[in-house]
T-cell receptor, first 114, second 116 residues
Framework: LAKTTQPISMDSYEGQEVNITCSHNNIATNDYITWYQQFPSQGPRFIIQGYKTKVTNEVASLFIPADRKSSTLSLPRVSLSDTAVYYCLVGDGGYGGSQGNLIFGKGTKLSVKP | GAVVSQHPSRVICKSGTSVKIECRSLDFQATTMFWYRQFPKQSLMLMATSNEGSKATYEQGVEKDKFLINHASLTLSTLTVTSAHPEDSSFYIC????????????FGPGTRLLVL
């Protein structure tokens, strides 16, 4: 299972774009990259998942370079309610395979200020 | 959608008693469910993998006789903390593997256990 490295914390202000980068140097060929958001005393919430290049949904974008050794979660125009811990995870995925055991790192604690 | 529920959301029990926590996938079937534990201000730690119709697979250091897992159907997995002690007090979270084309795990809201 690929290990991930993220900044421990980040500060931002409302309305700004926030980019959180995650390193996963030993990502395997069949690994997908998934980001979760967790508020205190709640289960993690799926944000976005990708394999390569760029993925965008209604809440975020995920940028993955060609070597896939890192990925960047981009949150456009954050608000106070985006204050949470964000986890980057790498695991098996794709057709017919389970994402398997997810190893959570420490995550990035994002604090959005007014 | 992909909704996972847990029950109860919060439980307080006396030391020595057993507590059962249910994890249900409400709108999809999950052959595999996972149980995590999270202590205050720490990350989630995987405890065990629950497979429908077979025995659970426990992570190193997790006592299988203390944390009993039963995955009776494709939508229900239960975690029973037997003979609970104060050090078992924690936030327990389950996740279910939605076996669609992206193989994404969806998490329950968690259960806070306090053992007195």
């Amino acid at each position: 299972l690929a290990k991930t490295t993220q900044p421990i914390s980040m500060d931002s202000y409302e309305g700004q774009e926030v980019n959180i980068t995650c390193s996963h140097n030993n990502i395997a060929t069949n690994d997908y990259i998934t980001w979760y958001q967790q508020f205190p005393s709640q289960g993690p919430r799926f944000i976005i998942q990708g394999y390569k290049t760029k993925v965008t949904n209604e809440v975020a974008s995920l940028f993955i370079p060609a070597d896939r050794k890192s990925s960047t979660l981009s949150l456009p125009r954050v608000s106070l309610s985006d204050t949470a811990v964000y986890y980057c995870l790498v695991g098996d995925g794709g057709y017919g395979g389970s994402q398997g055991n997810l190893i959570f790192g420490k995550g990035t604690k994002l604090s959005v200020k007014p | 959608g992909a909704v996972v529920s847990q029950h109860p959301s919060r439980v307080i029990c006396k030391s020595g008693t057993s507590v059962k926590i249910e994890c249900r996938s409400l709108d999809f079937q999950a052959t595999t469910m996972f149980w995590y534990r999270q202590f205050p201000k720490q990350s989630l730690m995987l405890m065990a993998t629950s497979n429908e119709g077979s025995k659970a697979t426990y992570e190193q250091g997790v006592e299988k006789d203390k944390f009993l897992i039963n995955h009776a159907s494709l939508t229900l997995s239960t975690l029973t903390v037997t003979s609970a002690h104060p050090e078992d007090s924690s936030f327990y979270i389950c996740s279910a593997d939605k076996t669609d084309y992206q193989e994404t795990q969806y998490f329950g809201p968690g259960t806070r256990l306090l053992v007195l």
